[in-house]
């Protein structure tokens, strides 16, 4: 099993700028998540996911997109990207079975110029 | 409002220096404490759960404890090898979609 992966691993945006962050996982978990991560700080809940057609704002949405059209994938869109969004994101997905804890993918970097 | 306070921000350690990593937190009602390792330009990576008072749990050098109001990452003699950022977070029981806070982490640095 791959896991959650991510793409892109980096990218730079201009201001005013769209993009899509991509994140797909292998283990057939229900729970998918995005996180934004500010350098010295902990993970800020952005988007999540219960299932496939269903998505909710986390704790910072504003700025963000989301879908969730299969169980695999879940990407995040950002529309007219600003400085403040300059973060790394990282994808996360968690299963109804077994333990409670997170999987998460290895993180995209974004600088918004 | 969910809360989870790391401290110390940073702990720098000889290699062979014990010494015990903080996590407070204010929940409703715990339904599970984790605890997560982040290497430089990694994701997290899960180490434990905890899920009731008095419960500890251990992974080589690392003993994980929790009490009603925070848990104890303990390392005993680290290496090297053990610098990370160490991030708690906490579920609360009702929460919907597994949904955790994080803390802000404390970054080990284990010098040879």
């Known amino acids: 099993n791959a896991g959650v992966t991510q793409t892109p691993k980096f990218r730079i945006l201009k201001i005013g700028q769209s993009m899509t962050l991509q994140c797909t996982q292998d283990?057939?978990?229900?729970?998918m998540y995005w996180y934004r991560q500010d350098p010295g700080m902990g993970l800020k809940l952005i988007y999540y996911?219960?299932?496939?057609?269903?998505?909710d704002k986390g704790e910072v949405p504003n700025g963000y997109n989301v879908s969730r059209s299969t169980t695999e994938d879940f990407p995040l869109r950002l529309e007219l990207a600003a400085p403040s969004q300059t973060s790394v994101y990282f994808c996360?997905?968690?299963?109804?079975?077994?333990?409670?804890?997170?999987?998460f993918g290895p993180g995209t970097r974004l600088t918004v110029l | 409002e969910d809360q989870v306070t790391q401290s110390p921000e940073a702990l720098r350690l000889q290699e062979g220096e014990s010494s015990s990593l903080n996590c407070s937190y204010t929940v409703s009602g715990l339904r599970g404490l984790f605890w997560y390792r982040q290497d430089p330009g990694k994701g997290p990576e899960f180490l434990f759960t905890?899920?009731?008072a008095g419960e500890e749990k251990e992974k080589e050098r690392l003993k994980a404890t929790l009490t009603k109001k925070e848990s104890f990452l303990h390392i005993t003699a680290p290496k090297p090898e053990d610098s990370a950022t160490y991030l708690c977070?906490?579920?609360?029981?009702?929460?919907?979609?597994?949904?955790?806070?994080f803390g802000d982490g404390t970054t080990l640095t284990v010098k040879p």
């Open positions: 283990m057939n978990h229900n729970y």
């Open positions: 996911s219960v299932g496939a057609g269903i998505t």
């Open positions: 905890l899920y009731s």
């Open positions: 996360a997905s968690r299963g109804l079975a077994g333990g409670r804890e997170q999987f």
């Open positions: 977070a906490v579920q609360a029981k009702g929460t919907n979609a597994g949904k955790s806070t």
